[in-house]
């Protein structure tokens, strides 16, 4: 099984302001990689796949990249509706990592 | 547009059963793949269970293997997860969701909770 890492478990940021959130496979994933945004009591929301291709009707504030092992969401001006919790997932045996809450500062 | 329900969820003892569905609008379940995934509470997402497009290929997670069966009616357009034997740990927030071109998850339900307690 594929372990998925995510880092950090929670990231505090101010509106307006960068955030950068971590993915890591125990082996490579190729470009099998997807990004998700989970509100509480909410579906799931597509951000990225392919690792770096943003889903229909996300905002171009969101960018994913990298391959293989390595994996960045960035988020590069934070709004309020924004904070979330965010998972990444292999989809080579679908694993998912344990999350980055990103709370307000 | 696409949409995913699930329904089925409750409150049950262990070593009883449950069928969750998942009524899908918007698109055919006979021309995608779908999964069922669960999050325990406090705790991450896990996999559960897939079935292909065609229903040729069933995969599922050895934490629920020979206790879950994952099936579809393509005329009702509806997908299913049977959990029997039911444990204490099967507790979480079932969602379902269908598996876009490529391989991701492009759309989720918003979840359906099953607790196993007695």
């Known amino acids: 099984e594929i372990v998925m890492t995510q880092s950090p478990a929670t990231l505090s940021v101010s509106p307006g302001e960068r955030a950068t959130l971590s993915c890591r496979a125990s082996q490579s994933v190729s470009n099998n990689l997807a990004w998700f945004q989970h509100k509480p009591g909410q579906a799931p929301r597509l951000l990225v796949y392919?690792?770096?291709i943003r889903a229909s009707g996300i905002p171009a504030r969101f960018s994913g990249s990298g391959s293989g092992t390595e994996f960045t969401l960035t988020i590069s001006s934070l709004q309020s509706e924004d904070f979330a919790v965010y998972y990444c997932?292999?989809?080579?045996?679908?694993?998912f990592g344990q999350g980055t809450k990103v709370e307000a500062k | 547009q696409v949409q995913l329900v699930e329904s089925g969820g409750g409150v049950v003892q262990p070593g009883r059963s449950l069928r969750l569905s998942c009524q899908a609008s918007?698109?055919?379940?006979?021309?995608?793949?779908m999964h069922w995934v669960r999050q325990a509470p406090g705790k991450g997402v896990e996999w559960v269970a897939t079935i292909w497009f065609d229903g040729t290929n069933i995969y599922y997670a050895d934490s629920v293997k020979g206790r879950f069966t994952i099936s579809k009616d393509n005329s009702k357009n509806t997908l299913y997860l049977q959990m029997n034997s039911l444990r204490a740990e099967d507790s979480a927030v079932y969602f379902c969701a269908r598996e876009g071109y490529g391989g991701p998850f492009d759309f989720w339900g918003q979840g359906t909770q099953v607790t196993v307690s007695s």
């Open positions: 997932q292999q989809y080579n045996d679908w694993t």
């Open positions: 918007g698109f055919q379940l006979s021309t995608f793949g």
């Open positions: 392919g690792a770096s």
